[in-house]
């Protein structure tokens, strides 16, 4: 499995960036996708996730506290795409974002080690 992200940048506090994740094969059927973000001096922190399609057109989604209401994460199952759109940016969201996967049935979704694929990461920064 591999995970490209993209679409990071320099934006002003109040702006948007959507950040896209493309992955290789097929795997937005059979894997869940999760953007993390990483800042300086801290720890990796869960931003938002989507479930596995399964052929399904229902899904779940969850977002983590600092992000909700601002963030979206959708899929584009004919890309094999995942985005992250982010609104009302705050400098505090200033991080590298990683997209990352996983297929294995987890308790919780939130922690970094419930999933084993990973891209390289892309900075956002958000200025005041």
């Known amino acids: 499995v591999q995970l490209q992200a993209s679409g990071g940048g320099l934006v002003q506090a109040g702006g948007s960036l959507r950040l896209s994740c493309a992955a290789s094969?097929?795997?937005?059927?059979?894997?869940?996708m999760g953007w993390f973000r990483q800042a300086p001096g801290k720890e990796r922190e869960f931003v938002a996730a989507i479930s596995a399609s399964s052929g399904m057109s229902y899904y779940n989604v969850y977002y983590g506290d600092s992000v909700k209401g601002r963030f979206t994460i959708s899929r584009e199952i004919a890309k094999n795409t995942v985005n992250l759109q982010m609104n009302s940016l705050k400098p505090e969201d200033t991080a590298v974002y990683y997209c990352?996967?996983?297929?294995?049935?987890?308790?919780?979704?939130?922690?970094?080690?419930?999933?084993?694929?990973w891209g390289q990461g892309t900075l956002v920064t958000v200025s005041s």
């Open positions: 990352a996967a996983d297929y294995r049935p987890v308790r919780s979704w939130l922690p970094h080690y419930a999933y084993d694929y």
């Open positions: 094969g097929n795997i937005l059927n059979t894997h869940r």
